[in-house]
């Protein structure tokens, strides 16, 4: 292809794509995402199933919600979140994928 020729997006979804990466970064939140892919679930339930503080996970959700990975819906006096972003998490699915394919081979 000729310089010309080559297409990008535009540097505003670099920079989307970017800060949401960064966020997949984290083996936390990881987890999070993918355990929220499964069911939605309170802030107690992630903490008592990953083996972690309330405080902890509810920093690690603060941060995926910035980014908008998850939601929240209030019921009672629980707070409940889920996945909103069914694209990130078909990636994420497939990089756990592809990383236990990688083991098998190593």
Not at 23 to 47: M, N
Not at 58 to 85: E, I, M, P, W
């Amino acid at each position: 292809m000729k310089p010309s020729e080559h297409r990008f997006p535009t540097e505003e979804t670099v920079q989307k794509a970017s800060v949401i990466l960064k966020a997949l970064a984290d083996p936390t939140r990881i987890k999070i995402l993918h355990l929220l892919s499964q069911e939605a679930c309170s802030v107690g339930h992630i903490a008592d199933v990953l083996g972690m503080s309330q405080s902890a996970v509810s920093h690690q959700l603060a941060t995926l919600r910035n980014v908008q990975l998850v939601g929240y819906r209030r019921q009672g006096q629980t707070v409940y979140y889920s996945c909103k972003d069914d694209h990130v998490i078909t990636m994420l699915r497939q990089l756990i994928e592809h990383a236990e394919h990688q083991e098998e081979k190593s």
